[in-house]
């Protein structure tokens, strides 16, 4: 587990250094998104209205924004639920050639689609450090789709050093929470056999 | 008698306090559990939230960008006037949370449920959720908080045969809590209230009030009921699941049960959890217009801790 900062656009050889469990900063730009973005862009199939060439950080996140004298600024960013856009997300990283998804709660299931395709998936700390991250925005870049409200627009931010985020699947398909699964589901086995849960059924009534 | 002006504008404060100041009872709480954690991710987890919790006292900026659903409890006095009573306090409410959410700012998280329609103040039908109990105090307590949907999004209900018994209870619980946390989704650590007995609506109410209305440290006054939050915490940490999932010693900061007496078949078991960014503000109106500040609420039982 490492320290790591990198810029965006990221390439192909800033994912491939990643590994599971690394503490990953960002300089440059994120863009955020939720489900009416999906929605939008694969569903309906409408072109997102910025160049994903300099922008391939997709950031799961309804962010808290005012606006100050015709500018806006985000105050918080915490990371929203990343499972819930599953359904969308192969199509989504590559479409956009996405290089790194930023989330919560990982992507059962989905670790072969961050490998297929060179990508990878971070989760944020303690999953409420929102104003820690947007003390790292320094300011709104662009913004697009107001119309589905402001915490679902698509939020173009420039960012310096906004972190720490975790890595949890690296871009060989390895997944942080996969990997602990066993520890925990072994756990679990020791703590439901120490309070007599093992054999035990629930009254049937069907 | 208290205006509406005086509901409102201490209503908006609580809200501002809530998302922006974690209560002390929260903090000392996540700080120990920072200080206690033995594995390093957890460490990690542990270090940006209270890293965060500095950001947003420098900034006054809200600690989680879900403010959730806004909520509202309330102690009446039986014989505390308000401006235009009942509704009058539900209007003051109202015109709070839209304020805050202009101005705190929260995020304008409440929609219609079918067309996603947003009005952007977090008003909307039952919305803010606003639960008042009357008592024999010459003030109205006011408790505002704001309700992540991570935690939301753990709740649970099932109904129990007497024949499942208590181990049912816990196993209930025990799978409720890991098949929500792992992978961090329900924001471990968190706290999670349980209500016991009553119907359902009753035993969900019950828990909801647990998860967010008891500061963290409180034990219920009944010793068999006290020894099952204790056995309900122990068992939770022991999963292992830790801070975000990611593996470690606190998984819940705090378990608190309230139960209510129900039919003599069933036990009716609610799960609720309030996110580890557990937004909470407290303040008591006097009639003659003193506004005094509370750590935390006396909704439970007044004159003990909760």
């Known amino acids: 587990m490492k320290k790591v900062g990198l810029k965006t656009p990221l390439t192909r050889g800033d994912v491939e250094g990643l590994r599971c469990g690394d503490e990953v900063y960002f300089t440059g730009h994120v863009f955020t998104c939720r489900s009416r973005f999906h929605i939008r862009a694969i569903d309906e199939g409408e072109t997102p209205p910025i160049d994903f060439a300099r922008y391939n950080v997709m950031f799961h996140v309804g962010p808290i924004v005012e606006r100050l004298n015709e500018e806006w600024r985000v105050v918080c960013a915490t990371p929203t639920m990343s499972p819930r856009f599953s359904k969308w997300t192969e199509e989504a990283i590559r479409k956009f050639g996405l290089k790194a998804i930023i989330g919560k709660g990982g992507f059962p299931g989905l670790s072969e689609v961050f490998k297929r395709h060179g990508c990878v998936y971070l989760i944020g700390v303690g999953n409420w450090a929102g104003a820690l991250y947007a003390d790292r925005i320094k300011r709104v870049k662009e913004v697009h789709w107001l119309d589905l409200g402001l915490p679902e627009a698509l939020w173009v931010l420039e960012v310096e050093n906004i972190g720490p985020f975790i890595l949890e699947i690296d871009s060989r398909g390895n997944s942080l929470y996969d990997d602990l699964s066993e520890e925990i589901d072994e756990n679990i086995r020791r703590v439901e056999k120490a309070r007599g849960f093992e054999g035990f059924q629930y009254t049937s009534f069907d | ?306």
């Not at chain 2, 208290?2 to 509901?7: M, P």
């Not at chain 2, 501002?16 to 559990?33: F, M, N, S, T």
């Not at chain 2, 539900?90 to 949370?97: F, I, L, P, R």
């Not at chain 2, 799978?175 to 329900?186: A, P, T």
């Open chain 2, 1 to 306: 008698m208290i205006s509406k002006e005086l509901v409102s504008s201490t209503v908006f404060e609580l809200f501002k306090k809530a998302a922006i100041l974690l209560p002390d009872d929260v903090k000392g709480a996540i700080r120990e559990a920072y200080e206690r954690e033995t594995h390093n991710l957890a460490k990690i987890h542990l270090k940006g939230i209270l890293d965060n919790i500095k950001v947003s006292e420098k900034r006054q900026w809200p600690l989680c960008s879900d403010t959730g659903y806004p909520m509202i409890f309330a102690t009446v006095g039986e014989e505390t006037s308000i401006e235009g009573g009942v509704a009058g306090f539900e209007e003051a409410v109202k015109g709070a949370v839209e304020a805050a959410t202009r101005r705190v700012p929260l995020r304008p998280t409440v929609v219609h449920p079918f067309t996603l329609h947003n009005p952007l103040n977090n008003v909307g039908a039952h919305m803010p959720s606003i639960d008042l109990k009357f008592e024999p105090v010459d003030y109205i307590e006011i408790t505002a908080i704001l309700k992540g949907g991570g935690g939301e999004f753990c709740s649970g209900y099932r109904t129990l045969f007497r024949a499942d018994g208590f181990l049912g209870v816990k196993k209930f619980i025990l799978d409720q809590v890991i098949l929500y946390n792992k992978r961090g989704l329900g924001c471990p650590p968190n706290i999670l209230g349980v209500g016991i007995g009553g119907t359902s609506d009753v035993c969900m109410k019950l828990a909801k009030q647990a998860a967010v209305l008891r500061p963290i440290g409180d034990r219920h006054p009944d010793p068999e009921v006290a020894s099952l939050e204790r056995e309900i915490l122990d068992m939770l940490n022991e999963t292992g699941l830790g801070p975000m999932g990611s593996g470690g010693d606190t998984t819940v900061l705090d378990a608190h049960v309230e139960y209510a007496f129900t039919h003599l078949a069933f036990i009716p078991v609610g799960i609720s959890v309030n996110c580890g960014c557990f937004r909470r503000a407290t303040a008591r109106i006097y009639g003659d217009g003193r506004v005094e500040e509370k750590p935390y609420p006396e909704w439970f039982r007044r004159g003990s801790l909760a």
